[in-house]
Protein backbone atom coordinates (compact mmCIF):
# COMPACT_ATOMS: atom_id res chain seq x y z
CA UNK A 1 0.00 0.00 0.00
CA UNK A 2 1.61 3.14 -0.97
CA UNK A 3 -0.10 4.93 1.49
CA UNK A 4 1.85 3.41 4.32
CA UNK A 5 5.67 4.03 2.45
CA UNK A 6 6.05 7.56 4.35
CA UNK A 7 8.86 9.55 2.70
CA UNK A 8 9.68 12.10 6.08
CA UNK A 9 7.39 14.45 6.95
CA UNK A 10 6.88 17.58 4.30
CA UNK A 11 6.89 20.92 6.16
CA UNK A 12 9.07 23.40 3.34
CA UNK A 13 6.47 23.08 1.00
CA UNK A 14 3.44 24.52 2.68
CA UNK A 15 2.77 28.41 4.35
CA UNK A 16 -0.67 28.66 5.58
CA UNK A 17 -0.42 32.46 5.39
CA UNK A 18 1.10 32.60 1.34
CA UNK A 19 -2.32 31.12 0.86
CA UNK A 20 -6.16 32.18 0.93
CA UNK A 21 -9.27 30.64 0.18
CA UNK A 22 -10.19 31.52 -3.33
CA UNK A 23 -9.79 29.40 -6.09
CA UNK A 24 -7.38 26.52 -5.77
CA UNK A 25 -4.45 25.99 -8.78
CA UNK A 26 -2.62 22.55 -9.55
CA UNK A 27 -2.10 19.98 -11.53
CA UNK A 28 -5.85 18.38 -11.98
CA UNK A 29 -7.39 22.15 -12.37
CA UNK A 30 -4.77 22.40 -14.80
CA UNK A 31 -6.35 19.68 -16.92
CA UNK A 32 -9.76 20.61 -16.22
CA UNK A 33 -9.20 24.03 -17.60
CA UNK A 34 -7.29 22.15 -20.11
CA UNK A 35 -10.39 20.45 -21.50
CA UNK A 36 -12.81 22.89 -21.05
CA UNK A 37 -10.16 25.31 -23.54
CA UNK A 38 -10.58 21.91 -26.34
CA UNK A 39 -14.49 20.84 -25.16
CA UNK A 40 -13.17 17.32 -24.45
CA UNK A 41 -16.61 17.29 -22.33
CA UNK A 42 -18.77 19.74 -24.04
CA UNK A 43 -17.82 22.18 -21.34
CA UNK A 44 -19.01 19.44 -18.45
CA UNK A 45 -17.03 19.38 -15.25
CA UNK A 46 -18.86 16.19 -13.63
CA UNK A 47 -16.76 14.66 -10.26
CA UNK A 48 -17.32 12.16 -7.80
CA UNK A 49 -16.70 11.29 -4.14
CA UNK A 50 -17.29 7.88 -4.35
CA UNK A 51 -16.64 6.23 -0.41
CA UNK A 52 -17.18 2.52 0.27
CA UNK A 53 -19.67 2.36 3.00
CA UNK A 54 -17.28 0.05 5.12
CA UNK A 55 -16.16 2.44 7.79
CA UNK A 56 -16.02 6.42 9.06
CA UNK A 57 -14.77 8.73 7.09
CA UNK A 58 -11.13 10.19 8.26
CA UNK A 59 -9.21 13.03 7.63
CA UNK A 60 -8.08 11.75 3.60
CA UNK A 61 -11.36 11.11 2.83
CA UNK A 62 -11.57 15.35 3.58
CA UNK A 63 -8.84 15.82 1.43
CA UNK A 64 -10.50 13.85 -1.47
CA UNK A 65 -14.19 15.31 -0.61
CA UNK A 66 -12.31 18.97 -0.82
CA UNK A 67 -11.11 18.09 -3.96
CA UNK A 68 -13.72 16.58 -5.56
CA UNK A 69 -16.19 19.06 -4.61
CA UNK A 70 -14.13 22.01 -4.65
CA UNK A 71 -13.19 21.39 -8.69
CA UNK A 72 -16.95 21.20 -9.47
CA UNK A 73 -17.67 24.35 -7.71
CA UNK A 74 -14.91 25.86 -8.99
CA UNK A 75 -15.84 25.35 -12.73
CA UNK A 76 -19.61 25.29 -12.72
CA UNK A 77 -19.74 21.35 -12.07
CA UNK A 78 -21.44 18.78 -10.42
CA UNK A 79 -20.43 16.61 -7.60
CA UNK A 80 -21.75 13.50 -6.96
CA UNK A 81 -21.45 11.29 -3.86
CA UNK A 82 -21.81 7.99 -4.91
CA UNK A 83 -21.87 4.89 -2.50
CA UNK A 84 -19.09 1.65 -3.90
CA UNK A 85 -21.38 -0.47 -2.03
CA UNK A 86 -20.37 -3.50 -4.05
CA UNK A 87 -19.23 -5.79 -0.86
CA UNK A 88 -21.92 -6.31 1.29
CA UNK A 89 -19.23 -8.18 3.79
CA UNK A 90 -18.24 -5.29 5.53
CA UNK A 91 -21.10 -2.80 4.18
CA UNK A 92 -23.67 -1.42 6.26
CA UNK A 93 -26.45 1.63 6.42
CA UNK A 94 -24.93 3.03 9.57
CA UNK A 95 -21.79 3.67 7.72
CA UNK A 96 -23.98 5.14 4.61
CA UNK A 97 -25.46 7.13 7.17
CA UNK A 98 -22.31 8.31 9.54
CA UNK A 99 -20.84 9.46 5.90
CA UNK A 100 -23.90 11.80 4.62
CA UNK A 101 -23.48 13.63 7.67
CA UNK A 102 -19.88 13.84 7.80
CA UNK A 103 -19.73 15.24 4.28
CA UNK A 104 -22.45 17.55 4.65
CA UNK A 105 -21.00 18.84 7.68
CA UNK A 106 -18.03 19.80 6.32
CA UNK A 107 -19.90 22.07 4.21
CA UNK A 108 -20.30 20.18 0.81
CA UNK A 109 -23.96 19.67 -1.06
CA UNK A 110 -24.32 16.83 -3.48
CA UNK A 111 -27.93 18.05 -4.40
CA UNK A 112 -29.97 15.14 -5.76
CA UNK A 113 -26.15 13.56 -6.70
CA UNK A 114 -26.86 10.73 -4.62
CA UNK A 115 -26.11 7.57 -5.69
CA UNK A 116 -25.37 3.97 -5.46
CA UNK A 117 -23.48 1.16 -7.00
CA UNK A 118 -25.90 -1.08 -6.50
CA UNK A 119 -28.66 1.05 -7.91
CA UNK A 120 -26.44 -0.14 -11.02
CA UNK A 121 -25.83 -4.03 -10.33
CA UNK A 122 -28.81 -5.06 -13.23
CA UNK A 123 -26.40 -2.70 -15.87
CA UNK A 124 -23.51 -4.23 -14.38
CA UNK A 125 -24.39 -8.02 -15.03
CA UNK A 126 -25.62 -7.02 -18.54
CA UNK A 127 -22.24 -5.75 -19.22
CA UNK A 128 -20.42 -8.48 -17.77
CA UNK A 129 -22.74 -10.32 -20.31
CA UNK A 130 -21.17 -8.43 -23.01
CA UNK A 131 -18.27 -9.08 -22.48
CA UNK A 132 -18.49 -12.41 -22.45
CA UNK A 133 -20.49 -12.67 -25.67
CA UNK A 134 -17.16 -10.51 -27.17
CA UNK A 135 -15.20 -13.19 -26.17
CA UNK A 136 -13.24 -10.64 -23.80
CA UNK A 137 -14.48 -12.76 -20.14
CA UNK A 138 -14.69 -15.90 -19.05
CA UNK A 139 -15.56 -17.87 -15.64
CA UNK A 140 -12.84 -19.44 -14.39
CA UNK A 141 -13.11 -22.59 -11.93
CA UNK A 142 -9.79 -22.73 -10.58
CA UNK A 143 -9.69 -22.02 -6.70
CA UNK A 144 -8.60 -18.34 -5.15
CA UNK A 145 -5.10 -20.33 -4.19
CA UNK A 146 -4.41 -21.35 -7.90
CA UNK A 147 -6.00 -18.00 -9.32
CA UNK A 148 -3.10 -16.38 -6.93
CA UNK A 149 -0.17 -18.41 -7.78
CA UNK A 150 -0.79 -18.58 -11.75
CA UNK A 151 -0.62 -14.69 -11.54
CA UNK A 152 2.84 -14.85 -11.55
CA UNK A 153 5.25 -11.94 -10.15
CA UNK A 154 6.77 -8.84 -10.97
CA UNK A 155 8.92 -10.57 -12.50
CA UNK A 156 7.26 -13.43 -13.88
CA UNK A 157 4.88 -13.59 -16.24
CA UNK A 158 1.55 -15.64 -15.12
CA UNK A 159 -0.11 -18.71 -16.31
CA UNK A 160 -3.15 -19.26 -18.69
CA UNK A 161 -5.95 -20.70 -16.91
CA UNK A 162 -7.15 -24.11 -18.09
CA UNK A 163 -10.84 -23.09 -18.33
CA UNK A 164 -9.93 -19.63 -20.56
CA UNK A 165 -10.70 -20.88 -23.62
CA UNK A 166 -14.10 -22.05 -22.56
CA UNK A 167 -16.61 -21.38 -25.46
CA UNK A 168 -19.34 -17.96 -25.30
CA UNK A 169 -22.09 -20.44 -25.09
CA UNK A 170 -20.41 -21.94 -21.61
CA UNK A 171 -19.26 -19.16 -20.15
CA UNK A 172 -22.94 -17.70 -20.76
CA UNK A 173 -24.63 -20.83 -18.71
CA UNK A 174 -21.58 -20.87 -15.52
CA UNK A 175 -22.29 -17.25 -15.59
CA UNK A 176 -26.05 -17.20 -14.67
CA UNK A 177 -25.35 -20.65 -13.06
CA UNK A 178 -23.11 -17.62 -10.60
CA UNK A 179 -25.80 -15.47 -10.60
CA UNK A 180 -28.71 -18.14 -9.94
CA UNK A 181 -26.80 -18.89 -7.01
CA UNK A 182 -26.62 -22.53 -8.46
CA UNK A 183 -22.73 -22.82 -7.41
CA UNK A 184 -20.39 -22.47 -4.54
CA UNK A 185 -18.27 -19.13 -3.48
CA UNK A 186 -15.59 -20.66 -4.25
CA UNK A 187 -16.01 -22.34 -6.81
CA UNK A 188 -15.58 -20.33 -9.67
CA UNK A 189 -15.15 -16.36 -10.83
CA UNK A 190 -15.92 -14.47 -13.91
CA UNK A 191 -12.78 -12.59 -15.28
CA UNK A 192 -11.72 -10.68 -17.71
CA UNK A 193 -9.70 -12.03 -20.82
CA UNK A 194 -6.75 -9.95 -21.04
CA UNK A 195 -2.73 -11.03 -21.31
CA UNK A 196 -1.88 -13.30 -18.61
CA UNK A 197 1.97 -12.19 -19.51
CA UNK A 198 0.65 -8.37 -18.89
CA UNK A 199 4.13 -6.57 -17.75
CA UNK A 200 0.97 -4.84 -15.31
CA UNK A 201 -0.63 -7.24 -12.74
CA UNK A 202 -3.57 -5.57 -12.71
CA UNK A 203 -4.39 -6.77 -16.58
CA UNK A 204 -3.67 -10.58 -15.86
CA UNK A 205 -6.95 -11.57 -16.48
CA UNK A 206 -8.26 -9.90 -13.40
CA UNK A 207 -11.61 -10.85 -11.79
CA UNK A 208 -14.49 -9.05 -12.71
CA UNK A 209 -17.29 -11.03 -10.54
CA UNK A 210 -17.62 -13.50 -7.29
CA UNK A 211 -19.92 -15.39 -5.77
CA UNK A 212 -21.09 -14.25 -2.28
CA UNK A 213 -24.16 -15.75 -0.69
CA UNK A 214 -24.76 -12.78 1.32
CA UNK A 215 -27.81 -9.98 1.55
CA UNK A 216 -26.95 -6.91 0.74
CA UNK A 217 -28.14 -3.53 2.39
CA UNK A 218 -29.88 -2.44 -0.26
CA UNK A 219 -30.29 -5.35 -2.95
CA UNK A 220 -31.20 -7.50 0.08
CA UNK A 221 -31.56 -11.47 -1.26
CA UNK A 222 -31.53 -10.45 -4.53
CA UNK A 223 -28.00 -10.97 -5.88
CA UNK A 224 -25.48 -13.64 -4.68
CA UNK A 225 -22.61 -12.11 -7.31
CA UNK A 226 -21.18 -9.25 -7.07
CA UNK A 227 -18.81 -6.99 -9.38
CA UNK A 228 -15.10 -6.16 -8.14
CA UNK A 229 -14.28 -2.68 -7.74
CA UNK A 230 -11.87 -2.26 -10.93
CA UNK A 231 -14.84 -3.59 -12.71
CA UNK A 232 -18.11 -1.41 -11.04
CA UNK A 233 -16.21 1.75 -10.53
CA UNK A 234 -15.55 2.72 -14.39
CA UNK A 235 -19.12 1.61 -15.23
CA UNK A 236 -20.39 3.25 -12.14
CA UNK A 237 -18.11 6.84 -13.53
CA UNK A 238 -19.45 5.85 -17.30
CA UNK A 239 -23.37 5.78 -16.49
CA UNK A 240 -23.14 8.58 -14.34
CA UNK A 241 -21.23 10.58 -17.55
CA UNK A 242 -18.48 11.72 -14.74
CA UNK A 243 -15.69 14.02 -17.02
CA UNK A 244 -12.77 13.62 -14.19
CA UNK A 245 -12.41 10.55 -12.02
CA UNK A 246 -9.77 11.81 -8.94
CA UNK A 247 -8.52 9.27 -7.50
CA UNK A 248 -5.50 8.08 -5.11
CA UNK A 249 -2.00 7.15 -6.45
CA UNK A 250 -2.35 3.42 -5.56
CA UNK A 251 -4.80 3.08 -8.24
CA UNK A 252 -2.37 4.28 -11.00
CA UNK A 253 -1.91 0.72 -12.32
CA UNK A 254 -5.58 0.09 -12.42
CA UNK A 255 -5.91 3.08 -14.62
CA UNK A 256 -4.99 0.24 -17.67
CA UNK A 257 -7.92 -1.69 -16.95
CA UNK A 258 -10.16 1.25 -16.06
CA UNK A 259 -9.86 2.02 -19.80
CA UNK A 260 -9.44 -1.28 -20.90
CA UNK A 261 -13.21 -2.34 -19.77
CA UNK A 262 -14.77 1.17 -21.01
CA UNK A 263 -13.13 0.21 -24.33
CA UNK A 264 -14.18 -3.15 -24.44
CA UNK A 265 -17.43 -2.32 -23.97
CA UNK A 266 -17.17 0.87 -26.12
CA UNK A 267 -18.95 2.95 -23.97
CA UNK A 268 -18.92 7.05 -22.45
CA UNK A 269 -15.04 7.44 -21.06
CA UNK A 270 -14.28 9.60 -17.97
CA UNK A 271 -10.69 10.15 -17.79
CA UNK A 272 -8.87 8.93 -14.48
CA UNK A 273 -6.38 10.95 -12.78
CA UNK A 274 -4.40 9.81 -9.77
CA UNK A 275 -3.08 11.98 -6.59
CA UNK A 276 -1.32 11.83 -3.40
CA UNK A 277 -3.05 10.48 -0.96
CA UNK A 278 -2.82 12.53 2.45
CA UNK A 279 -1.06 11.00 4.99
CA UNK A 280 -0.32 12.53 8.87
CA UNK A 281 2.07 12.00 11.25
CA UNK A 282 1.43 10.43 14.88
CA UNK A 283 -2.09 9.05 12.35
CA UNK A 284 -3.20 6.59 11.13
CA UNK A 285 -5.57 6.94 7.77
CA UNK A 286 -6.52 3.22 6.98
CA UNK A 287 -10.03 2.36 7.31
CA UNK A 288 -9.50 -1.32 8.35
CA UNK A 289 -7.10 -0.46 11.25
CA UNK A 290 -9.45 2.33 12.62
CA UNK A 291 -12.17 -0.50 12.76
CA UNK A 292 -9.64 -2.39 14.74
CA UNK A 293 -9.00 0.34 17.28
CA UNK A 294 -13.02 1.17 17.78
CA UNK A 295 -14.05 -2.77 17.94
CA UNK A 296 -11.18 -3.46 20.01
CA UNK A 297 -11.50 -0.76 22.73
CA UNK A 298 -8.46 1.60 21.89
CA UNK A 299 -10.41 4.37 21.77
CA UNK A 300 -14.34 4.97 23.02
CA UNK A 301 -15.57 4.37 18.83
CA UNK A 302 -15.60 6.21 15.84
CA UNK A 303 -15.93 9.76 17.40
CA UNK A 304 -13.57 9.72 20.35
CA UNK A 305 -11.43 12.91 19.83
CA UNK A 306 -8.39 11.75 19.36
CA UNK A 307 -9.67 9.98 16.29
CA UNK A 308 -8.94 11.28 12.76
CA UNK A 309 -12.18 10.59 11.78
CA UNK A 310 -14.43 13.30 10.60
CA UNK A 311 -16.62 12.52 13.27
CA UNK A 312 -13.70 12.32 16.10
CA UNK A 313 -12.29 15.15 14.39
CA UNK A 314 -15.47 17.04 14.90
CA UNK A 315 -16.57 16.12 19.02
CA UNK A 316 -12.78 17.01 19.39
CA UNK A 317 -13.79 20.64 18.46
CA UNK A 318 -12.46 20.56 15.10
CA UNK A 319 -14.56 23.23 12.63
CA UNK A 320 -15.34 22.45 8.89
CA UNK A 321 -13.88 25.96 8.38
CA UNK A 322 -10.58 24.57 9.91
CA UNK A 323 -10.32 21.22 8.07
CA UNK A 324 -11.25 23.09 4.61
CA UNK A 325 -8.07 25.48 5.09
CA UNK A 326 -5.77 22.74 6.14
CA UNK A 327 -6.85 20.73 2.53
CA UNK A 328 -6.59 23.60 0.80
CA UNK A 329 -3.23 24.79 1.92
CA UNK A 330 -1.51 20.84 1.85
CA UNK A 331 -2.58 21.27 -2.07
CA UNK A 332 -2.75 18.74 -4.45
CA UNK A 333 0.23 16.85 -5.80
CA UNK A 334 0.89 13.80 -7.75
CA UNK A 335 3.50 12.26 -5.43
CA UNK A 336 2.58 11.03 -1.99
CA UNK A 337 3.88 12.87 1.58
CA UNK A 338 3.30 13.10 4.97
CA UNK A 339 2.16 16.22 6.25
CA UNK A 340 3.14 17.57 9.72
CA UNK A 341 -0.01 17.24 12.12
CA UNK A 342 0.90 20.72 13.60
CA UNK A 343 0.18 21.72 10.51
CA UNK A 344 -3.83 20.53 11.08
CA UNK A 345 -3.85 22.40 14.43
CA UNK A 346 -2.49 25.24 13.36
CA UNK A 347 -5.49 25.57 10.92
CA UNK A 348 -7.74 24.89 14.08
CA UNK A 349 -6.07 28.07 15.92
CA UNK A 350 -6.41 30.63 13.10
CA UNK A 351 -10.11 29.69 12.83
CA UNK A 352 -10.44 29.84 16.89
CA UNK A 353 -8.26 32.60 17.51
CA UNK A 354 -11.01 35.12 15.62
CA UNK A 355 -14.29 33.22 16.85
CA UNK A 356 -13.87 31.81 20.23
CA UNK A 357 -14.48 34.20 23.01
CA UNK A 358 -11.83 34.21 25.47
CA UNK A 359 -12.41 32.60 29.47
CA UNK A 360 -11.00 31.65 32.77
CA UNK A 361 -10.75 28.17 33.92
CA UNK A 362 -8.55 26.66 36.29
CA UNK A 363 -7.65 22.77 35.57
CA UNK A 364 -5.64 22.22 38.36
CA UNK A 365 -6.95 24.15 41.62
CA UNK A 366 -4.76 25.33 44.22
CA UNK A 367 -6.52 27.57 46.46
CA UNK A 368 -5.42 31.21 46.98
CA UNK A 369 -6.62 33.27 50.33
CA UNK A 370 -6.28 37.21 49.98
CA UNK A 371 -6.01 38.18 53.90
CA UNK A 372 -6.52 41.97 53.36
CA UNK A 373 -9.54 41.73 51.29
CA UNK A 374 -13.05 42.14 52.88
CA UNK A 375 -14.63 38.56 53.98
CA UNK A 376 -17.67 38.46 52.71
CA UNK A 377 -17.24 41.49 49.92
CA UNK A 378 -17.08 40.43 46.07
CA UNK A 379 -16.80 42.29 43.56
CA UNK A 380 -17.68 42.50 39.77
CA UNK A 381 -14.23 43.05 37.24
CA UNK A 382 -14.81 44.01 33.53
CA UNK A 383 -13.20 41.76 31.26
CA UNK A 384 -12.77 41.77 27.19
CA UNK A 385 -14.50 38.86 25.69
CA UNK A 386 -11.72 38.67 22.19
CA UNK A 387 -8.87 40.87 21.90
CA UNK A 388 -9.01 40.08 18.41
CA UNK A 389 -12.51 41.56 17.58
CA UNK A 390 -13.26 44.23 19.56
CA UNK A 391 -16.91 43.69 18.43
CA UNK A 392 -17.40 40.49 21.07
CA UNK A 393 -17.80 43.21 23.94
CA UNK A 394 -17.50 42.24 27.68
CA UNK A 395 -18.01 40.60 30.49
CA UNK A 396 -18.37 40.97 34.49
CA UNK A 397 -16.37 38.19 36.21
CA UNK A 398 -16.71 37.80 40.11
CA UNK A 399 -14.09 38.32 42.31
CA UNK A 400 -13.90 37.82 46.29
CA UNK A 401 -11.07 36.94 49.01
CA UNK A 402 -10.75 33.47 48.20
CA UNK A 403 -9.78 32.58 44.58
CA UNK A 404 -8.17 29.28 43.00
CA UNK A 405 -5.10 29.22 40.80
CA UNK A 406 -3.51 27.06 38.89
CA UNK A 407 -1.02 24.71 41.03
CA UNK A 408 1.69 24.62 38.28
CA UNK A 409 1.91 28.74 38.61
CA UNK A 410 3.43 28.43 41.74
CA UNK A 411 6.62 27.25 42.70
CA UNK A 412 7.68 27.58 46.42
CA UNK A 413 11.74 27.27 45.26
CA UNK A 414 11.47 28.95 41.75
CA UNK A 415 14.69 28.16 39.47
CA UNK A 416 15.60 31.77 37.69
CA UNK A 417 13.56 31.55 34.78
CA UNK A 418 10.28 30.59 36.67
CA UNK A 419 8.34 34.39 36.55
CA UNK A 420 5.29 33.29 38.17
CA UNK A 421 3.86 33.36 41.82
CA UNK A 422 6.54 32.48 44.33
CA UNK A 423 7.08 33.28 48.35
CA UNK A 424 7.54 37.25 48.29
CA UNK A 425 6.79 37.44 45.01
CA UNK A 426 4.18 39.78 43.24
CA UNK A 427 2.00 39.18 39.95
CA UNK A 428 -0.89 40.13 38.66
CA UNK A 429 -4.69 38.75 38.65
CA UNK A 430 -5.55 39.16 34.80
CA UNK A 431 -8.51 41.54 34.93
CA UNK A 432 -8.17 42.12 38.61
CA UNK A 433 -5.09 43.11 40.94
CA UNK A 434 -1.73 42.72 42.01
CA UNK A 435 -0.89 39.90 44.51
CA UNK A 436 2.11 39.61 46.61
CA UNK A 437 1.87 35.80 48.25
CA UNK A 438 3.32 35.65 51.92
CA UNK A 439 3.04 32.07 53.32
CA UNK A 440 2.53 27.98 52.38
CA UNK A 441 0.52 25.96 54.17
CA UNK A 442 0.99 22.32 53.53
CA UNK A 443 -0.54 19.03 54.43
CA UNK A 444 1.12 16.57 56.65
CA UNK A 445 2.58 14.64 53.21
CA UNK A 446 3.60 18.76 52.52
CA UNK A 447 2.38 19.00 49.84
CA UNK A 448 1.11 22.78 49.20
CA UNK A 449 -2.33 22.80 49.85
CA UNK A 450 -3.14 26.98 50.02
CA UNK A 451 -1.51 30.47 49.02
CA UNK A 452 -1.69 33.35 51.69
CA UNK A 453 -1.70 36.35 50.05
CA UNK A 454 -2.30 40.51 50.08
CA UNK A 455 -3.78 42.39 47.19
CA UNK A 456 -2.75 46.42 46.33
CA UNK A 457 -6.07 47.98 45.95
CA UNK A 458 -4.81 50.68 44.00
CA UNK A 459 -4.28 47.85 40.84
CA UNK A 460 -8.04 47.23 40.20
CA UNK A 461 -8.03 45.66 36.48
CA UNK A 462 -4.40 44.59 37.18
CA UNK A 463 -3.29 48.15 36.42
CA UNK A 464 0.23 49.40 37.31
CA UNK A 465 -0.23 51.22 40.80
CA UNK A 466 0.90 54.62 41.36
CA UNK A 467 4.55 54.01 41.81
CA UNK A 468 4.81 52.12 38.51
CA UNK A 469 5.70 49.23 40.15
CA UNK A 470 5.78 45.79 37.34
CA UNK A 471 5.08 42.20 37.62
CA UNK A 472 6.66 39.89 35.23
CA UNK A 473 3.65 37.46 35.31
CA UNK A 474 -0.27 37.36 34.76
CA UNK A 475 -2.42 34.68 35.84
CA UNK A 476 -5.57 33.59 35.25
CA UNK A 477 -7.72 32.72 38.12
CA UNK A 478 -11.40 32.14 39.43
CA UNK A 479 -13.24 32.79 42.61
CA UNK A 480 -14.02 30.17 44.61
CA UNK A 481 -17.33 31.31 45.53
CA UNK A 482 -18.43 31.70 42.20
CA UNK A 483 -16.66 29.18 40.21
CA UNK A 484 -18.57 26.27 38.78
CA UNK A 485 -17.08 22.49 38.60
CA UNK A 486 -16.48 21.00 35.31
CA UNK A 487 -14.39 17.78 33.96
CA UNK A 488 -12.08 18.88 31.27
CA UNK A 489 -10.01 15.92 28.76
CA UNK A 490 -6.78 16.87 28.06
CA UNK A 491 -6.16 15.23 24.60
CA UNK A 492 -2.94 14.41 22.56
CA UNK A 493 -1.72 12.31 19.84
CA UNK A 494 -3.37 8.99 19.63
CA UNK A 495 0.16 7.75 19.15
CA UNK A 496 3.52 8.50 20.17
CA UNK A 497 5.41 7.72 17.23
CA UNK A 498 5.97 9.75 14.13
CA UNK A 499 5.00 6.71 12.05
CA UNK A 500 3.26 3.84 13.71
CA UNK A 501 3.44 1.61 11.11
CA UNK A 502 7.28 1.79 10.51
CA UNK A 503 7.93 -1.06 13.01
CA UNK A 504 5.78 -4.08 14.51
CA UNK A 505 2.15 -3.75 15.65
CA UNK A 506 0.66 -0.40 14.95
CA UNK A 507 -0.88 -1.03 18.51
CA UNK A 508 2.39 -1.03 19.86
CA UNK A 509 2.34 3.19 19.71
CA UNK A 510 -0.85 3.62 20.87
CA UNK A 511 0.24 6.88 23.44
CA UNK A 512 -0.59 5.50 27.14
CA UNK A 513 -1.11 9.57 27.89
CA UNK A 514 -3.07 10.58 24.78
CA UNK A 515 -6.33 11.30 27.09
CA UNK A 516 -6.19 12.18 30.39
CA UNK A 517 -9.44 13.40 32.59
CA UNK A 518 -9.27 16.29 35.06
CA UNK A 519 -12.90 16.01 37.23
CA UNK A 520 -12.25 18.78 39.36
CA UNK A 521 -11.94 21.89 37.15
CA UNK A 522 -13.11 25.04 38.24
CA UNK A 523 -14.13 27.94 35.50
CA UNK A 524 -15.79 30.98 35.87
CA UNK A 525 -19.74 31.33 36.05
CA UNK A 526 -20.72 32.20 32.90
CA UNK A 527 -19.84 28.44 31.86
CA UNK A 528 -22.31 27.03 33.53
CA UNK A 529 -25.01 28.13 30.28
CA UNK A 530 -22.34 27.26 27.69
CA UNK A 531 -24.30 25.34 24.77
CA UNK A 532 -23.26 22.05 24.15
CA UNK A 533 -20.43 22.54 21.34
CA UNK A 534 -19.03 26.03 22.05
CA UNK A 535 -15.74 27.00 21.70
CA UNK A 536 -13.59 28.97 23.91
CA UNK A 537 -9.89 29.89 24.52
CA UNK A 538 -9.38 29.49 28.43
CA UNK A 539 -6.49 32.21 28.71
CA UNK A 540 -3.82 30.46 28.57
CA UNK A 541 -4.37 27.05 28.56
CA UNK A 542 -5.68 26.73 24.97
CA UNK A 543 -8.42 26.10 23.09
CA UNK A 544 -11.75 24.16 24.35
CA UNK A 545 -15.38 22.81 23.09
CA UNK A 546 -18.71 21.93 25.17
CA UNK A 547 -18.76 18.21 24.51
CA UNK A 548 -21.90 17.90 22.77
CA UNK A 549 -22.30 14.92 23.94
CA UNK A 550 -21.51 14.07 27.63
CA UNK A 551 -22.15 17.64 28.89
CA UNK A 552 -24.67 17.86 31.95
CA UNK A 553 -26.83 20.92 32.76
CA UNK A 554 -24.86 21.46 35.85
CA UNK A 555 -21.68 19.67 35.27
CA UNK A 556 -20.18 20.76 31.72
CA UNK A 557 -17.47 18.98 30.23
CA UNK A 558 -14.61 20.33 28.22
CA UNK A 559 -12.84 18.68 25.38
CA UNK A 560 -9.22 20.58 24.89
CA UNK A 561 -8.94 20.92 21.03
CA UNK A 562 -5.71 22.28 21.00
CA UNK A 563 -2.87 23.92 23.10
CA UNK A 564 -2.00 27.76 22.73
CA UNK A 565 1.58 26.15 21.97
CA UNK A 566 2.13 26.56 17.81
CA UNK A 567 4.64 24.28 16.77
CA UNK A 568 4.18 24.35 12.71
CA UNK A 569 4.69 28.90 13.79
CA UNK A 570 8.14 27.77 15.56
CA UNK A 571 8.49 25.04 12.36
CA UNK A 572 8.19 28.10 9.62
CA UNK A 573 10.20 30.18 11.51
CA UNK A 574 13.14 28.05 12.40
CA UNK A 575 13.05 27.33 8.84
CA UNK A 576 13.13 30.80 7.87
CA UNK A 577 15.49 31.43 10.23
CA UNK A 578 18.51 28.79 8.48
CA UNK A 579 16.61 29.78 5.07
CA UNK A 580 15.18 26.69 4.68
P1 LIG B 1 -8.79 3.50 3.46
O1 LIG B 1 -7.46 3.34 2.80
O2 LIG B 1 -8.79 4.37 4.65
O3 LIG B 1 -9.49 2.21 3.72
P2 LIG B 1 -10.22 3.78 1.03
O4 LIG B 1 -9.48 4.41 -0.08
O5 LIG B 1 -10.37 2.32 0.97
O6 LIG B 1 -9.65 4.30 2.42
P3 LIG B 1 -12.76 4.67 0.11
O7 LIG B 1 -14.05 4.65 0.81
O8 LIG B 1 -12.58 3.80 -1.06
O9 LIG B 1 -11.66 4.36 1.20
O10 LIG B 1 -12.35 6.17 -0.24
C1 LIG B 1 -13.17 7.06 -0.92
C2 LIG B 1 -12.30 8.06 -1.61
O11 LIG B 1 -11.45 8.72 -0.67
C3 LIG B 1 -11.41 7.40 -2.63
O12 LIG B 1 -11.50 8.13 -3.83
C4 LIG B 1 -10.05 7.47 -2.03
O13 LIG B 1 -9.10 7.59 -3.02
C5 LIG B 1 -10.13 8.71 -1.13
N1 LIG B 1 -9.19 8.60 -0.03
C6 LIG B 1 -9.11 7.61 0.88
N2 LIG B 1 -8.09 7.80 1.73
C7 LIG B 1 -7.49 8.96 1.35
C8 LIG B 1 -6.36 9.69 1.81
N3 LIG B 1 -5.62 9.29 2.85
N4 LIG B 1 -6.05 10.84 1.16
C9 LIG B 1 -6.78 11.26 0.13
N5 LIG B 1 -7.84 10.62 -0.36
C10 LIG B 1 -8.20 9.47 0.23
MG1 LIG C 1 -11.09 2.21 -1.49
Redesign the pocket.
Known amino acids: ?S?ENRKGVENAQVDPAEKDDGASSNFITHIVEEDLKTGKYDGRVVTR???????Y?????????C??FGIAKQYQGTCHLRF?DTNPLKESVEYVES?KEDVRWLGFDWEDHLYYTSDYFEMLYQSAIQLIEKGKAYVDSLTPDQIREYRGTLNEPGKESPYRNRSVAENLGLFEKMANGELGEESCVLRAKIDMASPNIVMRDPTLYRIRRKDHHRTGSKWCVYPM?DFAHCLSDSIEKITHS???I??VNNRELYDWILDALAVYHPQQIE?????LNYTI??????IQLVEEGHVNGWDDPRMPTISGLKRRGYTPAAIRKFCDVIGVARRDSTVDISLLEHCLREDLNVSAPRVMAVLNPLKLVIENYPEDASEMLDAVNNPEDASMGKREIPFSRVIYVEQDDFMENPPKKFFRLAPGREVRLRYAYFIRCHDVIKDEEGNVVELRCTYDPQTRGGNSPPDGRKVKATLHWVSEKHAINAEVRLYDHLFNVENPLQSGDFRQHLNPASLVVLTNCRLEPGLLHASPGAHFQFERLGYFFSDPVDSLPQKPVFNRVTTLRDTWAKIKKAQGATGG
Not at 49 to 55: A, R, S, T
Not at 57 to 65: E, R
Not at 285 to 290: A, C, G, W
Open positions: MGFPPEPNGLHIGHAKSILNDIYICTEFFARLNLSKRRL
